[in-house]
């Protein structure tokens, strides 16, 4: 009885502390819910500690196959995932419940959308070999996604931006293959300034100073154009693009304060196309990497039963059109980007 009353009395305490964990918390812990949870408990469950459904949910069950989990491998017994128990679960030394290191392949996948410990791992590990330059967020955006592609690229493993077994310990291996410097940049002589003022270049100039312009636009990313000294349409626009970009009256006009920023060290740079709704459209007939992410993700949710083969077909369009009417988007079969943003949501309404 006295037993009851205190299992009943720690699942309390639990209940009360999850309530104030976060949606998204870098940790996994009792009350977090997601994909990562789940590839917790079939992992545990492989290693003998978990019994339960691999339902991804952070139970008081899961509670307690993690802290036996952890007993077993000598880590801090206070039954929350963190990195250090992340890495020895998913690991091929982990000692199972019998006491023994378990040989048997494990089953990870760590893709867009994901969050936890697993990742801030993995944005460490890129970041450690020169891939990853963004902050450690325990978020598996865009950037981790194509620093995934780029390292799975140079270290002659499929590269399709998805963290599973292989790349995992390809990862942490010593002998990784870690992204080059970038080249040392040769300062151009035609790239600094030397005209007094007042100063004003406009469509139709020609001469050594809008040669210098282009230098410089072509530079930061705005002009692709021939580096010609003739103050043409495309050099129009691409002075018109830095303006917006650095917060200059936007004309098309180079004036002192053009000038100015354009040879500032501080100058903004034109910014990288990331996916927007004009662009991401996933739809039927479709195939390759990120169709695979979407019926797994489905699959995860309960909306697609099938193979995840990365075609989008009949069945994946209405697993799509149930997801999207059960979460309130336009039901229409196509993943664009807010359909795709809310697939990856851990807070997706699962089916």
Same mark, same amino acid.
């Given at each position: 009885m006295k037993k009851r009353m205190l299992a009943g009395l720690v699942c309390a305490v639990l209940i009360v502390s999850a309530a104030l964990i976060p949606a998204v918390a870098e940790n996994l812990k009792y009350g977090a819910q997601?994909?990562?949870?789940?590839?917790?408990?079939?992992?545990?469950?492989?290693?003998?500690?978990?019994?339960?459904?691999?339902?991804?949910?952070?139970?008081?069950?899961?509670?307690?196959?993690?802290?036996?989990?952890?007993?077993?491998?000598?880590?801090?017994?206070?039954?929350?995932?963190?990195?250090?128990?992340?890495?020895?679960?998913?690991?091929?030394?982990?000692?199972?419940?019998?006491?023994?290191?378990?040989?048997?392949?494990?089953?990870?996948?760590?893709?867009?959308?994901?969050?936890?410990?697993?990742?801030?791992?993995? =944005?460490?590990? +890129?970041?450690? $070999?020169? &891939? /990853?330059?963004?902050?450690?967020?325990? %978020?598996? @955006? #865009? *950037? !981790?996604f194509l620093a995934v592609k780029e390292f799975q690229q140079r270290n002659a493993l499929t590269s399709d931006g998805v963290v599973g077994p292989q790349t995992w310990m390809r990862l942490q291996d010593?002998?990784?293959?870690?992204?080059?410097?970038?080249?040392?940049?040769?300062?151009?002589?035609?790239?600094?300034?030397?005209?007094?003022?007042?100063?004003?270049?406009?469509?139709?100039?020609?001469?050594?100073?809008?040669?210098?312009? =282009?230098?410089? +636009?072509?530079? $930061?990313? &705005? /002009?692709?154009?021939?580096?010609?000294? %003739?103050? @043409? #349409? *495309? !050099?129009?626009?691409?002075?018109?693009?830095?303006?917006?970009?650095?917060?200059l009256k936007v004309d098309g006009v180079i004036g002192a304060l053009t000038w100015a920023k354009l040879f500032d060290p501080a100058a903004l740079p034109k910014p990288t196309a990331a996916p927007t709704a004009s662009v991401l459209r996933i739809q039927y007939g479709n195939e390759g990497d990120l169709v695979v992410q979407i019926q797994t993700r489905l699959t995860v949710l309960g909306y697609y039963e099938l193979a995840v083969d990365g075609k989008f077909g009949y069945s994946t369009y209405l697993a799509v059109r149930a997801f999207q009417a059960k979460n309130a988007l336009n039901a229409d079969g196509i993943v664009g980007q807010l359909t795709w943003d809310r697939l990856m949501d851990a807070g997706a309404i699962p089916k």
């Open positions: 997601g994909d990562q949870v789940a590839q917790a408990q079939k992992r545990l469950a492989q290693l003998g500690f978990y019994a339960d459904k691999a339902d991804g949910k952070f139970g008081y069950s899961t509670f307690l196959a993690v802290k036996g989990f952890q007993v077993k491998n000598a880590l801090t017994a206070d039954g929350v995932i963190g990195e250090a128990t992340v890495r020895k679960l998913y690991s091929t030394g982990a000692v199972n419940q019998a006491g023994a290191a378990d040989p048997s392949a494990y089953s990870l996948r760590v893709s867009y959308g994901a969050s936890g410990p697993a990742v801030s791992l993995i =944005q460490k590990w +890129l970041s450690d $070999l020169n &891939y /990853y330059s963004g902050p450690i967020e325990a %978020k598996f @955006g #865009y *950037s !981790t010593p002998a990784a293959v870690p992204k080059p410097p970038a080249p040392p940049v040769t300062p151009d002589p035609a790239a600094t300034p030397t005209p007094a003022p007042p100063l004003r270049l406009a469509y139709g100039d020609a001469g050594a100073l809008v040669l210098q312009a =282009q230098t410089a +636009l072509a530079n $930061l990313g &705005y /002009y692709t154009g021939i580096l010609d000294g %003739k103050y @043409g #349409y *495309s !050099t129009f626009q691409a002075v018109r693009e830095f303006q917006r970009v650095n917060t």
